[in-house]
């Protein structure tokens, strides 16, 4: 373990990049501050109108409307966004009129499904709960009036917009692989740093997440009648056999905070008759890998040793944060706040793909994400708008 200033953490897991690097100092700015309890209302507000919207993947039109109810928001406050749509998923996008921005903050109002009873929102005890509370619909709000207020602190100095050093992606389809969100806008944005705003806490900055691989293994065998089973070859059996040959491609292996591929059988299909031998099986197992996988490797092993069919259903990238001197200020300004890594993943796989330095960050949640009590703690929200409010005054005045 090593002591890094104010954090501490394992560069075996993180990678000696992560050492903290002293930077030369700036002189000290005083950002501009909004009354703190009227402005976290607006966000616990907002937010609770956005958990309304049951934005789930199997209800597209609440999406939309979601989305559509975002661009009034900013058009009502005189915002210029750009309402985007590939594949029926919609993205809202504001940026600079240059089309470029130092910062980018992204977030996504896709949800999972849930009861529709979770899609009322609840505070209580310092907490909100609902459907998207930490998963990301606070995340949306937050960027919106972050964006409003520094926007309007800008036009009452007199500054032209393009000055802003703020913009802001909110897509629909993350929950889902992002491929028509996330990747297809950030490939028409400029920006030198990307938040994003799905993970983490406010004391954990994520800058590495697993990438994912889903495989199907397909086992078939011979039907017969159930009451004369030496007369097929069950695909259950071989499924079974092919699960546990797969098993030692992962069992054993030992890292700090579980940093190394694991695997989880997710979803098993087989049979049709209780008085038949089947003669089809099928598994999908969610891998999630690390930097130091050969994925095409591994895919070949299992391949060469299972009796069944392995095909490759989903594979996309890890995320890892290159490291940026934008991410020193940022923990500079945060000074409880470290560098750590996710097991999950996220619309941040994205950025690796399109070499935008950025992180993983956010709200407290308690890990509630997906769940019946999925919630946000109400003040984490508060400390989290400070710390980026701040972190965008010093770029704007320092650059």
């Known amino acids: 373990m090593s002591v890094c200033g104010s954090y501490l953490f394992s560069n075996k897991v993180l990678g000696p990049q992560w050492i903290k690097q002293p930077r030369p100092r700036r002189t000290p700015i005083e950002p501009h501050t909004e009354n703190s309890s009227s402005t ?5 507000d907002l937010t609770k109108d956005l958990i309304r919207f049951k934005s789930t993947h199997t209800r597209p039109e609440e999406i939309q409307q979601c989305a559509r109810f975002i661009e009034e928001w900013f058009k009502h406050r005189d915002i210029p966004c750009t309402f985007m749509e590939r594949n029926g998923v919609p993205s809202v996008r504001v940026l600079p009129p240059r089309e ?6 992204m977030s996504h109002i896709d949800v999972v499904n849930a009861t529709d009873s979770l899609f009322e929102p609840i505070e209580r005890d310092g907490r909100l709960y609902g459907r998207g509370s930490i998963d990301d619909k606070y995340a949306v709000a937050l960027s919106m009036v972050l964006l409003k207020n520094r926007m309007a602190w800008n036009r009452s100095q007199g500054l032209d917009d393009g000055t802003l050093p703020l913009g802001v992606l909110i897509t629909g389809d993350e929950e889902i692989g992002g491929t028509n969100g996330a990747r297809n806008a950030l490939g028409g944005i400029s920006c030198d740093f990307c938040i994003a705003l799905d993970g983490g806490h406010v004391e954990k900055i994520v800058v590495k997440e697993k990438g994912i691989l889903r495989l199907k293994v397909v086992a078939s065998g011979k039907t017969a009648h159930g009451a004369r089973p030496w007369q097929g070859e069950n695909a259950i059996e071989k499924l079974i056999e092919d699960c546990r040959i797969m098993r030692r491609f992962f069992d054993g292996l030992t890292e700090p ?13 087989a049979g049709e008759s209780v008085n038949q031998v089947p003669d089809r099986a099928e598994a999908i197992f969610d891998i999630r890998y690390t930097e130091k996988d050969d994925v095409d490797d591994l895919v070949q092993r299992i391949q060469a040793i299972v009796s069944g069919k392995v095909i490759t259903q989903e594979r996309e990238p890890l995320f890892i944060s290159p490291g940026s001197p934008y991410l020193d200020r940022l923990l500079d300004l945060a000074k409880n706040t470290r560098p750590g890594i996710a097991h999950g993943a996220s619309d941040a796989r994205f950025l690796t793909q399109f070499n935008i330095p950025g992180i993983v960050w956010g709200a407290d949640g308690n890990s509630s994400q997906h769940s019946t009590d999925e919630h946000v703690e109400i003040q984490s929200l508060s400390r989290l708008y400070d710390i980026l409010n701040r972190f965008i005054a010093d770029i704007q005045e320092n650059g």
Do not use: A, G
């Open 40 to 44: 976290l209302r607006e966000i616990v």
């Open 100 to 105: 470029q921005t130092p910062l980018l903050l």
């Open 257 to 269: 905070e579980h940093w190394h591929r694991t695997m989880n059988l997710s979803v098993i299909r």
